[in-house]
């Protein structure tokens, strides 16, 4: 029988979303971990802008974690080159 987490009894999609965000966060202060993202094929920004929007509407985590989001999207982005050719 196969149960879909999303109907989990319990499972609150937010607040395992607040928690993907706060240990991105954490890991942002090693510089491996910002290179490793801006090394991979398929880091979309965008995945993190819309991230960084929820926080920053009051919908996802602390209101802190949008502008620390914003500063690990432009490392990112610094890193791999990518700066000029994304906006936020």
């Known amino acids: ?12 999609p937010s ?4 928690a993907i965000v706060e240990f991105m966060l954490l890991m942002a202060a090693e510089p491996r971990f ?11 920004a965008a995945v993190l802008v819309a991230c960084r929007d929820r926080v ?3 919908q996802l985590g602390e209101h ?5 989001l914003e500063a690990l ?16």
């Open 34 to 44: 910002v290179a490793a993202l801006a090394a991979e094929r398929d880091f979309e």
């Open 64 to 68: 802190e974690h949008a502008s620390r």
């Open 1 to 12: 029988m196969h149960v879909s987490l999303c109907c989990a009894p319990g499972f609150q």
């Open 15 to 18: 607040g395992l979303s607040t």
């Open 73 to 88: 999207i432009e490392q990112v982005l610094a890193v791999s080159g990518l700066r000029d050719y994304v906006k936020l």
């Open 56 to 58: 920053a509407a009051g």
